[in-house]
């Protein structure tokens, strides 16, 4: 009896898809059990990591008083960009992700009017908003060294890593109110 041509790559499609599921589900345990924010924030590039690569990575808070957002953690960004830089709500990709509150997959900034730069040798984008309680508190961000390096598979495995990541957050900060 011969076999379909498409039950391997089902099969293969569905393991993967199961393996992932796995994945993410063991990424949220992990983040949502880090108590402190300044070790959660370090831990959760290395979580990324593990779903998909890429050559810079931060997570931006929201300040809702002034309207504008800072890096809380960055990895592959020079230090007085981590430091100093500051984005208005809708100002830049990430900017405009916080403001519309959805992902935005770029797949060349180079050509996207609304990047700014601040790395050199990038060339592809992923942004997705962190929402806690229907309310955005900050933006995930990853940055690729090729274009198109980002998939709509990527965006959407880090919109629900980016959902434990939100919950993350809020405990930490709530944690560390009660702690003072």
């Known amino acids: 009896m011969s076999q379909s041509p498409s039950t391997p790559s089902t099969a293969t499609s569905v393991g993967e898809a199961a393996e992932l599921l796995v994945t993410l589900f063991e990424l949220g345990r992990e983040v949502t059990s880090v108590l402190d924010l300044d070790e959660l924030l370090e831990k959760i590039p290395q979580l990324i990591s ?32 981590k430091q100093f830089f500051r984005l208005r709500v809708g100002q830049g990709i990430v900017g405009t992700a916080v403001a519309e509150g959805r992902s935005l997959l770029v797949d060349d900034v180079q050509a996207d009017d609304r990047y700014v730069v601040n790395i050199e040798g990038v060339r592809s984008q992923l942004v997705v908003p962190l929402r806690r309680k229907k309310r955005v508190i900050g933006a995930l961000n990853l940055y690729g060294e090729q274009v198109g ?16 990541v939100a919950v993350a957050i809020e405990n930490a900060r709530l944690f560390e109110d009660a702690r003072e």
């Not at 300040?63 to 960004?77: C, N, P, R, T």
């Open 50 to 81: 593990r779903l998909t690569p890429f050559k810079a990575f931060s997570v931006w808070l929201l300040d809702e008083k002034l309207q504008d957002l800072s890096i809380a953690y960055a990895v592959g960004y020079p230090d007085e960009v």
């Open 149 to 164: 390096q980002f998939t709509p598979r990527d965006e959407a495995m880090l919109r629900q890593f980016a959902a434990h």
